[in-house]
T-cell receptor, first 116, second 109 residues
Framework: GAGVSQTPSNKVTEKGKYVELRCDPISGHTALYWYRQSLGQGLEFLIY????????KSGLPSDRFSAERTGGSVSTLTIQRTQQEDSAVYLCASSLLFPANTDTQYFGPGTRLTVL | KNEVEQSPQNLTAQEGEFITINCSYSVGISALHWLQQHPGGGIVSLFM???GKKKHGRLIATINIQEKHSSLHITASHPRDSAVYIC???????????FGKGTRLHILP
């Protein structure tokens, strides 16, 4: 596609439920990043993928969070047993080359997650 | 103390003014990014720097690696420049991205 896409754009769920967020990066981009922005807060780095591999998962907020990437393309971020503090906009970005020392990250529109 | 500090937090200026936003960081980095987030929430990458200076239109970004400091300048500012400008660095220790809290810029017509 022309840019990074994320689905769904909005998700409202109840506390304790499972959610799955999807990111479709720009075709051919080897690096993929997940970020989170809580209401009124700054951006928070969650995890990045180099190809299908995530070298470091320590940025994920808790063990309820997991992420995977398959085929060097689509990535999913899943949250189990959602909590109200998980409410945020989840942003995905991709770049052509990892590490992005010579390339720019392109951001998706985000998924706004609301946990009731 | 945050690892990435931006100043000012908020800035209001008149159209046409020269704008400077500063970013200081305390970690070793492999790259520094300047991002723009519009009121609707969309994020656009403006610059990625590892040294020196870059210019794009009315925007100029500089970085001083020795002083661990970067500046984003906007010349001939315009109301459409109103947005939150975010500095982010990639740590050269673990490749994680660390964000500043952003500078909210409001340009008055």
């Amino acid at each position: 596609g022309a840019g990074v896409s994320q689905t769904p754009s909005n998700k409202v769920t109840e506390k304790g439920k499972y959610v799955e967020l999807r990111c479709d990066p720009i075709s051919g981009h080897t690096a993929l990043y997940w970020y989170r922005q809580s209401l009124g807060q700054g951006l928070e780095f969650l995890i990045y993928f180099q190809g299908n591999s995530a070298p470091d998962k320590s940025g994920l907020p808790s063990d309820r969070f997991s992420a995977e990437r398959t085929g060097g393309s689509v990535s999913t971020l899943t949250i189990q047993r959602t909590q109200q503090e998980d409410s945020a906009v989840y942003l995905c970005a991709s770049s052509l080359l990892f590490p992005a020392n010579t390339d720019t990250q392109y951001f998706g529109p985000g998924t706004r997650l609301t946990v009731l | 103390k945050n690892e990435v500090e931006q100043s000012p937090q908020n800035l209001t200026a008149q159209e046409g003014e020269f704008i400077t936003i500063n970013c200081s960081y305390s970690v070793g980095i492999s790259a520094l990014h300047w991002l723009q987030q519009h009121p609707g929430g969309g994020i656009v990458s403006l610059f990625m720097l590892s040294s020196g200076k870059k210019k794009h239109g009315r925007l100029i970004a500089t970085i001083n690696i020795q002083e661990k400091h970067s500046s984003l300048h906007i010349t001939a500012s315009h109301p459409r420049d109103s947005a939150v400008y975010i500095c982010a660095v990639r740590s050269n220790r673990d490749d994680k991205i660390i964000f500043g809290k952003g500078t909210r810029l409001h340009i008055l017509p």
